[in-house]
């Protein structure tokens, strides 16, 4: 399989470690991702809350040099990039629109642009659940994962045109994949505060101390995200949402998808987050051994029947 991609800027710096997991899952599950040539930012959400048509100039440009590199469809992995992409592409169906956009670009945009999804999307839909479970080399049984989907993945639903805009099931439904515990969690949409983070603190963290502290509630080891600005709210401001009495190890849903498939620690950027995983990886390889020994023991004992 092969997809245009679009890395995102958060990719470059703030989570690298989402960008690494995903391009270390791709390779693994041989989906070839094509970077998109002079790729340039979205304008995430201040172009947006600035100019609506400079925020739609930014992405139609990468959108135009993805179809010019004969991209029919646009991989990302970050949800805020993908909410602005789509959301370039929806508004210049009005021909007024397009105009403001084309007249702040080098050249005008191509009639058709690629669509864009998530990466989240073309593993659940494109490769699918059945494949991914047949290639676990190391299920996650034993943990409990509490997956955190935020405001953008599937809202607003006529844009995003993926999953359930209510209750999402695709992490779901992978991480079960994986051999994981999902448990209930009713907050999966709930707004995290997002890029109010740095304006409102007091605002994110009361939006982030719920959120991590009803994941608790449900009994979950670990929450699973697939946005950059949710992971840095709940994984770097955790502490000032809700003390340091709870450490809730938050990582990308990219991140358990390689340990499951076998890939080593180091090419999934564990280190760079903030609330120590360890003690998640240790139940996941003490849970793995477990299951090994047992299976050791069932055998040796068939043979001894034989």
Same mark, same amino acid.
């Not at 925020?55 to 135009?64: E, F, I, K, Q, T």
């Given at each position: ?84 992409? %789509? ?22 945009? !191509?009639?058709?642009?690629?669509? #864009? ?17 047949? %290639? ?7 943990? %409990? ?38 448990? !209930? ?22 939006? #982030? ?39 809730? !190890? ?57």
């Amino acid at each position: 399989m092969k997809l245009a991609y679009y890395p995102g800027c958060s990719g470059q710096g703030t989570s690298a470690e989402y960008e690494r997991s995903t391009r270390a899952v791709c390779r693994a599950l041989e989906i070839a991702l094509k970077e998109i040539p002079d790729w340039s930012c979205c304008g995430s959400t201040p172009a947006h809350a600035c100019d609506h048509v400079l925020s739609a100039a930014l992405s139609a440009r990468n959108l135009a040099l993805a179809a010019k590199d004969g991209a029919e469809r646009v991989g990302t992995p970050c949800p805020s990039c993908l909410a602005n992409l %789509k959301t370039a592409k929806y508004r210049m169906k009005d021909e007024a629109f397009r105009g403001k956009v084309d007249a702040l670009l080098d050249e005008p945009c !191509p009639e058709e642009l690629p669509d #864009t999804v998530s990466i989240l999307q073309v593993l659940v839909e494109d490769y699918g659940l059945e494949a991914i479970a047949e %290639k676990v080399k190391k299920p996650l049984e034993g943990v %409990k994962i509490a997956c955190y989907y935020g405001c953008l993945m599937s809202r607003p639903a006529d844009i995003m045109q993926f999953d359930n805009a209510e209750n999402p099931m695709a992490m779901d439904n992978i991480m079960t994949a994986l051999g994981a515990e999902v448990v !209930p969690f009713p907050l999966k949409t709930e707004c995290c505060g997002a890029a109010m983070g740095i304006p409102r603190r007091d605002i994110t963290a009361r939006l #982030t101390g719920r959120i991590l502290e009803r994941a608790q509630a449900f009994g979950a080891d670990a929450v699973v995200v697939a946005c950059p600005l949710c992971h840095m709210n709940l994984d770097l401001r955790q502490r000032q949402a809700v003390g340091g009495s709870m450490k809730m !190890p938050v990582l990308y849903f990219t991140q358990l998808m390689g340990l499951a498939l076998g890939l080593p620690q180091q090419e999934l950027g564990f280190e760079k987050l903030c609330v120590s995983p360890d003690a998640l990886l240790r139940k996941i390889d003490a849970a793995a051994a477990a299951k090994a020994a047992a299976a050791k023991a069932n055998e040796a004992t068939e043979e001894a029947k034989a």
